[in-house]
C-alpha cells in the first residue's frame, strides 16, 4: 500500500501495483552521466514472513498438527527463507484467522472452541462477506438463545474467500490468506492471495538473479526535474528502472538516483471491482497516470447495444458497463489517456461475455 498527498488533509490510497501502473515511462539516458554508473548486488531479506496471531482454535491446531503440514506454518500464514545475508522482512496481522469447517452442502462453520472443545474468546477475526449461497441438501436450522428452531434454505457464508469483486485467474477466490490454502467454502486451490495481490510483484522482481542495484548521477532539464514522480520508470540505454532513492539539487538541475532493475509488467491487470448479476452490470476503476489531464472511453463496433456510464473521464473514478444478456462475443472498451503535453497512450479491457 502506498500513501501520497498533494495537498493538505487530502491522501490517496494505492496498492503498490496500482501506483506504480500510475508512473510514466521516462528516458532520461541522454541526461545521463554514463561513466559514473555504479552497480552493486541487492541487498536482500534472509527471511520474508506473513502471519497471523496464533490461534487457540481446535481446527486451527490440526491444521497446524497436521504431518502434512511440512513447514508446521499456520493456516492461512507464509514464510519463505533465502541463502543471503540481509534481515527479517515480517508482517503481522493482529487478526486471527479461523479455519472454517465445510459440511459438504454449501455450508460452513467457524469455532471459537479450543482443543478441549471449550469456548475461548479469540483475537479480532477478520472475514469476507460472500455471496448468498442456498443449502443443497434441503433446510437447515437456525437455534436462537431461547431454543427456537429456524428452517434456512440459503445463507451468507463468511469465511477467508470470496468470489465477490473478483475476476483475476478467470474468477478464482479471492482470499484473506497470506499462503496459498485451499478454499475451506469452494474446496480449491485459492491463489488470489494477499501476498499474490499485493506483495508479490515487488517483492519477486528483488529477487530476481539478474537484479542489480544501480547508482547514476544525472542532470535533469527543469521540465523532468518537476514533473519527476517516485513511481515513475527510468530507462537508461537498452534496460528499464524503478526509482529506489532520488537526491536533487533544484538550482544545477544535479540528480543522484539510487535504481531497481524493472522487470514487471508496466501496466496493472485491469480488475473489475464488481458484478452486479441483475443488471448484467460490469464496474471497473479509471486511475489517472502521472500527467494524465483525461481519459477518453470507446467502445468497438459490435458494442453498440452496450451502455457505458460515461464516454470521458476528468478525474479518477469509476465505469459502469452493461452487456445486454444472452449474448457471446468479445466487446473491446478501449481507454485512451491524455496527457498535460498532448500526447496519448492507450490500454484495453477485454471483456468475454457470455
Known amino acids: 500500500m502506498t500513501i501520497t498527498s498533494t495537498q493538505k488533509d487530502v491522501f490517496t490510497f494505492d496498492p503498490l501495483t496500482v501506483w506504480y501502473g500510475k508512473g510514466k515511462i521516462r528516458d532520461i539516458t541522454k541526461y545521463t552521466d554514463i561513466t559514473s554508473i555504479e552497480i552493486e548486488r541487492m541487498k536482500l531479506y534472509k527471511s520474508i514472513e506473513f502471519k497471523y496471531q496464533d490461534s487457540e482454535c481446535f481446527m486451527n491446531k490440526a491444521f497446524l498438527e497436521n504431518p502434512l503440514n511440512i513447514d508446521a506454518h499456520g493456516y492461512g500464514n507464509a514464510k519463505i527463507g533465502f541463502n543471503y545475508d540481509g534481515g527479517d522482512y515480517k508482517i503481522e496481522s493482529p487478526f486471527e484467522n479461523l479455519l472454517q469447517n465445510n459440511f459438504g452442502n454449501n455450508l460452513q462453520v467457524g469455532y471459537c472452541l479450543n482443543k478441549d472443545f471449550s469456548p475461548y474468546v479469540p483475537k479480532p477475526v477478520l472475514l469476507y462477506m460472500n455471496e448468498v449461497t442456498t443449502l443443497t441438501a434441503g433446510n437447515k436450522y437456525f437455534y436462537n438463545l431461547n431454543g427456537f428452531a429456524q428452517g434456512l434454505s440459503d445463507y451468507i457464508p463468511f469465511g477467508q474467500d470470496t468470489n465477490i ?149 476528468t478525474s479518477e473514478g469509476f465505469l459502469d458497463i452493461i452487456v445486454p444478456r444472452n449474448t457471446e462475443r468479445i466487446i473491446t472498451i478501449s481507454l485512451t489517456s491524455q496527457y498535460e503535453d498532448e500526447s496519448t497512450d492507450t490500454s484495453f479491457i477485454i471483456i468475454n461475455q457470455q
Not at 501476498?195 to 508479490?200: F, G, P, T, V
Not at 532520488?246 to 544535479?254: E, N
Open 165 to 313: 469483486n473478483s475476476s483475476v485467474g478467470g474468477f478464482l477466490p479471492v482470499s484473506l490468506n497470506f499462503g496459498e490454502e485451499i478454499s475451506s467454502f469452494y474446496l480449491v486451490n485459492a491463489p488470489n492471495t494477499l501476498y499474490k495481490l499485493y506483495y508479490s510483484s515487488y517483492l519477486e522482481n528483488l529477487y530476481k538473479k539478474k537484479n542489480r542495484l544501480v547508482k547514476v548521477k544525472t542532470i535533469l532539464p527543469v521540465s523532468i526535474l518537476t514533473t519527476l514522480q517516485l513511481n515513475d520508470r527510468l530507462v537508461i540505454r537498452d534496460k528499464r528502472y524503478l526509482i529506489n532513492e532520488m537526491q536533487s539539487d533544484l538550482t544545477t538541475g544535479d540528480v543522484n538516483f539510487t535504481l531497481i532493475s524493472d522487470f514487471e509488467e508496466v501496466k496493472p491487470i485491469a480488475v473489475f471491482d464488481g458484478l452486479v448479476t441483475v443488471e448484467n452490470k460490469y464496474r471497473t476503476a479509471i486511475y489517472f497516470s502521472n500527467g494524465v489531464v483525461g481519459v477518453l472511453v470507446k467502445k468497438s463496433e459490435n458494442a453498440r447495444d452496450v451502455i457505458l456510464s460515461s464516454s470521458k473521464f
